[in-house]
């Protein structure tokens, strides 16, 4: 099932994205979309609704340095263990939602995520145990002010910026995360090309590492770190996240006023 949101002639609301004669249309959902979702009755072409982040988590824990040629191209070592930060809720955004440059950074990159979204509470998952626990999967652009996050020296601030978590289309609810090309355009230009079996730590590591750590809630969202090939937007250009069998997740760039 593809899980959305939209803003619809009706107000906002949790939609399934289905495929019928004519083309998509979205499918109204009861209230949320955890659990066995229902539906009122009411749909909409996709065509004439505007699609908004799929979900609001709570929380975005991400993984940094999560492959090794990532890791490598930015000059560092693999880590051990996991490296866990935040993003504040308030970064995200959803498709065709500008990326605001703040006028506090000189170089603003993009990188390309695969996303994974939470569906229950839930403490000490085992990898084995962590599908269980996940709705589904969506695209993110983990953008980083990467002056700001050198400087720092911790991530907060260079991550932590309004606009700066891009999630969507939707989230896809049987999709294998095992081995799935990644793909980041600027302005039609590839500049990553990768897949999800190159991560150092899995999907299940992922969830088990930061469940030991912190309560998860449904919606919460974890972005699961970016392979080589980051670098600088500016103003005027347009960012593309593509992830097989989930879809693209696109985002034109602006400076703050």
Known sequence: MRLGRV????????????DVDGGQRAREIAEHPFGTPTFTGRSWALADVRLLAPILA????????????HVAEMGGEAPADPVIFLKPNTSI???????????????????????????????DVTAAKA????LGYTVANDVTARDQQKADGQWTRGKGYDTFCPLGPWIETEFDPTDAE???ELDGEVTQRSRTSMMLYDVGAIVEWISRVMTLLPGDVILTGT??????M???????????????LANPVVDKP
């Open 182 to 184: 990644l793909v980041t």
């Open 227 to 232: 392979p080589e090939g980051v670098g600088p």
């Open 7 to 18: 803003a619809s002639p009706d107000g906002v609301a949790f939609v399934s994205i289905e």
């Open 58 to 69: 709570s929380k975005v824990i991400c993984i940094g340095k999560n492959y090794a040629a």
């Open 234 to 248: 500016t103003a005027g250009q347009r960012v593309s996240v593509t992830v097989e069998g989930i879809g693209t």
């Open 131 to 134: 599908k269980d626990v996940i």
């Open 93 to 123: 955004v959803g498709p065709e939602v500008p990326i605001v440059r703040p006028p506090s950074s000189e170089r603003v990159d993009f990188e390309g995520e695969l996303a994974v979204v939470i569906g229950q509470p839930c403490k």
